[in-house]
């Protein structure tokens, strides 16, 4: 196993831990298990368990004693000064590389600089487990909250990054995705409204043979999308065609080749629908580019073979200037948005909607001419 693997195992152990400390799954003064049973709970050696376990001893919410075990001290670490005063609002997000997220921050950036306030950037990249750090570490900044744009690869990510957030004694709004069962404050796109509107486009254009082509599958946005699909396909009289949808539950961006696993899925789409499709929405522009490569790949050509509409605007643009069909989303006005809701928390004001939608417009381009 390589350090970098190791620390990824360690750093999962102390969050899971420290995650059940401040869930109540222990409470303070028991016993959690021994050394030998989270080592076999987690898969790993002892020594890891071991230097877990001392973390969360430096972090004054377990003491270990001898012959006794480990003891729970308390569920969230003691309060202490800061030790940077910064009195700012932060922004978590992967990489300023996405488009989306660029103009996301932007607006966010924006309306920080109108109101006076300083602005912390925190990108993560792809490592989940950093950005789950820094939502358990605002406070030493003197951070008043934050609003965070997750990446959440799998299914358990979800369910950790959520249990962080409970946790959390810090304001956080959300961003792009939305957890319902935590009643987090989220600004998103209506993805309902976006995959009805490119879907009612490419019925308009004469298509009846129409796939669905997603990941990220396990956040509320791409369920909403899909149902906006499937809406606008039944008031025409349509069902999706046989192996003509793909609904993929994880998401492992490469910042540096984002088109990889986007052509790999239309690869996987078109082959599941033996290449019967006439028109495929796509979730995001990553998507719709991947699946126009995967059907060049095989003998299609877009939009003779086969017409292509995103559901989420990402600014790109294809193979010979080819413009996408896409869902223009105003990402400057979440950044805004998402700030005006954390500074509506942070003065303690109440919110009137803990979540908020922003409708976007569709732009024709030649990928569905």
């Not at 109108?114 to 750090?133: F, H, N, W």
Request: aromatic fraction near 8%; hydrophobic fraction near 40%; proline fraction near 7%.
């Amino acid at each position: 196993m390589n350090p970098a693997e190791i620390h990824s195992k360690l750093d999962n152990i102390f969050f899971t831990i420290r995650n059940r400390i401040a869930d109540g799954h222990w409470s303070i003064g028991s016993q959690i298990p021994t050394e030998i049973e989270l080592a076999a709970e987690f898969g790993c050696s002892r020594s890891t368990v071991s230097k877990a376990i001392a973390q969360l001893v430096h972090a004054g919410l377990v003491e270990r004693r001898t012959k006794t075990g480990t003891r729970v001290l308390r569920s969230t670490p003691p309060a202490s000064r800061p030790e940077i005063e910064l009195d700012a609002f932060a922004f978590i997000y992967p990489s300023d590389q996405h488009d989306g997220i660029w103009r996301t921050l932007k607006g966010f950036q924006d309306a920080g600089r109108k109101a006076g306030r300083r602005i912390v950037m925190l990108p993560s990249g792809t490592d989940y487990q950093k950005e789950m750090e820094f939502v358990g570490r605002l406070s030493e900044f003197d951070v008043k909250g934050a609003v965070v744009f997750p990446l959440l690869p799998t299914p358990e990510d979800v369910v950790n990054f959520s249990r962080a957030l409970i946790a959390s004694r810090l304001p956080i709004v959300l961003t792009e995705v939305s957890l319902p069962a935590i009643g987090s404050p989220t600004i998103i796109v209506d993805a309902f409204h976006a995959a009805c509107t490119v879907t009612r486009h490419l019925i308009e254009r004469g298509m009846r043979r129409i796939g669905f082509l997603a990941n990220y599958a396990n956040i509320p946005a791409v369920t909403d999308e899909y149902r906006g699909y499937l809406w606008a396909l039944e008031e025409a009289g349509l069902t999706p065609p046989p192996g003509g949808v793909v609904l993929d539950p994880e998401v492992h961006p490469d910042f540096e080749n984002p088109l990889r696993e986007s052509t790999d899925l239309g690869h996987r789409l078109l082959a599941s629908a033996n290449n019967t499709l006439d028109a495929v929405v796509c979730a995001n522009d990553y998507l719709a580019l991947g699946c126009l490569y995967a059907a060049r790949e095989r003998g299609l050509q877009a939009p003779r073979d086969l017409r292509l509409a995103s559901c989420n605007d990402y600014g790109l643009t294809g193979p010979d200037g080819l413009t996408l069909t896409t869902y223009k989303i105003p990402r400057e006005e979440i950044g805004r948005r998402s700030f005006e809701m954390l500074d509506q928390i942070v003065s303690r004001k109440p919110l009137i909607h803990h979540e908020e939608t922003v409708r976007g417009t569709l732009i024709a381009g030649h990928s569905s001419a």
